[in-house]
Nanobody, 120 residues
Framework: QVQLVESGGGLVQAGGSLRLSCAPS????????MGWYRQAPGKQRELVAA???????NYEDSVKGRFTISRGNAKNTVDLQMNSLKDEEATDYYC??????????????WGQGTQVTVSS
């Protein structure tokens, strides 16, 4: 079973930067959209940023201009550069890869999550 492996989380001061990376443990065919999500305790998981197969991106409003999502050269990895981090953005971050299947359906692979801690 292919898994997504995340890295790059850790402790950073408010206003600092972190770069999250996500790569599959094996081959995933027909990768479509890739994205990063975050989930605070007691809240729903929310989309932070996504990038399509063609490279178009979309961001949650509060991170626009500070976060940048990108895909690796092999198109199967995805990074999230986070700048000017805020206290309230300290939580667990998850990557997702959508595999295109037949008849416009998708299978979503999820990572186990990487923790981002922001100190004041």
């Amino acid at each position: 079973q292919v898994q997504l492996v995340e890295s790059g989380g850790g402790l950073v001061q408010a206003g600092g930067s972190l770069r999250l990376s996500c790569a599959p443990s094996g081959r995933i065919a027909s990768i479509n959209t890739m994205g990063w999500y975050r989930q605070a305790p007691g809240k729903q998981r929310e989309l932070v940023a996504a990038i399509s197969r063609s490279g178009s991106t979309n961001y949650e409003d509060s991170v626009k201009g500070r976060f940048t999502i990108s895909r690796g050269n092999a198109k199967n990895t995805v990074d999230l550069q986070m700048n000017s981090l805020k206290d309230e953005e300290a939580t667990d971050y998850y990557c997702k890869t959508a595999q295109a299947l037949r008849w416009n359906s998708y299978y979503n692979y999820w990572g186990q999550g990487t923790q981002v801690t922001v100190s004041s």
